[in-house]
């Protein structure tokens, strides 16, 4: 009798503001190398004080250019389960709320290299790997030998198997993204059309940042 394998979602967690080329080709990497049947995209919530901040984009607006960048792709989703009611996130509690919810899936949670070497500063990271695969992405131009060390030092910390990603360092963040747009840059191709043209129409990241 053959076994049912049970289905295989990631997730891609962030802030999305804005959602930009690296988090897609994340989400589409991971999405085949560990044959993975879904990905969600899940924002993060914001904190009611960090909700209205001058040259950030609303919740709405992150969520607007999230349903934007990823409708091309029909393994891609949308969950809002990490906004929460008083906008504070936490990556533990929504995996072991997926894990009582959809027992009969697999959660590969993906990250950046970023990430998992502030990962101590998670909130119970010891709960966030035992409810999930843990799948990481170099980022900053970390050289290999420096990026295997750390996933091997968390391996050992956690003695959890932390999955490395197969992309190439993809030079792109959010934060660069505001700042080309205040600068008056192009930003082209570093987002889908579809939510550079949301950008403009919203005027968005033009005004300086107050953090
Ligand atoms: P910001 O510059 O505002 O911090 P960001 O580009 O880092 O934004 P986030 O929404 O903070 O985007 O990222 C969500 C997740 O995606 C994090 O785990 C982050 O490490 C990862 N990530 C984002 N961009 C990249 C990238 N270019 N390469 C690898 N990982 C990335
Ligand atoms: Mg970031």
């Known amino acids: 009798m053959s076994s049912i394998r049970k289905k295989r979602i990631g997730i891609m967690g962030g802030t999305f503001d804005p959602v930009h080329t ?37 919740d709405e607006q992150r969520i607007d250019m999230l349903r934007l960048a990823i409708s091309s792709n029909p393994h891609f989703s949308m969950s809002l389960i990490d906004m929460t009611a008083d906008g504070y996130s936490y990556t ?16 590969y949670f993906i990250m950046g ?24 992405a170099v980022r900053d131009n970390m050289n290999n030998e420096d990026f295997d060390k750390l996933l091997d030092d968390r391996r050992l910390q956690y003695r959890h198997n932390f999955l490395k ?3 190439p360092n993809l030079d792109i963040s959010s934060h660069q993204l505001r700042e080309k747009i205040r600068a008056g840059e192009s930003i082209r191709y ?6 550079l043209y949301y950008i403009r129409k919203e005027g968005l990241y033009l005004i300086p940042e107050k953090t």
């Open 113 to 136: 290299a970023d990430s998992l070497r502030d990962f101590d500063t998670w909130c119970q990271p010891e709960r966030i790997v035992k409810a999930c695969h843990v799948v990481v």
């Open 165 to 167: 990603l197969n992309t």
């Open 22 to 58: 690296g988090h897609l080709i994340l989400g589409e990497a991971a999405r085949e190398q560990f044959s993975l049947d879904e990905v969600w995209f899940v924002p993060a919530g914001n904190p009611p004080h960090k909700r209205e901040r001058e040259g950030r984009a609303t």
């Open 190 to 195: 570093y987002l889908p059309d579809n939510v």
């Open 92 to 107: 533990y509690r929504m995996l072991e709320y997926l894990n009582k919810t959809y027992p009969d899936t697999d959660w």
